[in-house]
Nanobody, 114 residues
């Protein structure tokens, strides 16, 4: 059974940093692309970043490029999202996703506010 558990969210001031983690189980973690999405209140869920399985190629959405870094540790079945220079517009619930599997964890909430 597929499971994704996101942690690391919280309240942070503008300009601050957070590191999110996503632990996956129930699938072959090392062979699947892992992506991060976010959903702000009243908004649709949007793709933030993706890291492919082999080679670790990455892709970022425009608003986070240069500020966020996605990485993975296949030995720990964990994907990470390092978020720097946070702005209030980054406030959202953040989710990870395994490939195109239609499964979503509970997410982790990020609030950027002074």
């Amino acid at each position: 059974q597929i499971q994704l558990v996101e942690t690391g969210g919280g309240l942070v001031q503008p300009g601050g940093s957070l590191r999110l983690s996503c632990v996956g189980s129930g699938f072959d973690f090392s062979s699947i692309a892992m992506s991060w999405y976010r959903q702000a209140p009243g908004e649709e869920r949007e793709l933030v970043a993706i890291i492919f399985s082999y080679g670790g190629r990455t892709h970022y959405s425009g608003p986070v490029k240069g500020r966020f870094t996605v990485s993975r540790d296949n030995t720990q079945n964990t994907a990470y999202l390092q978020m720097n220079s946070l702005v209030p517009e980054d406030t959202a619930t953040y989710y990870c996703r395994a490939g195109n599997i239609d499964y979503w964890g509970q997410g982790t909430q990020v609030v950027v506010s002074s």
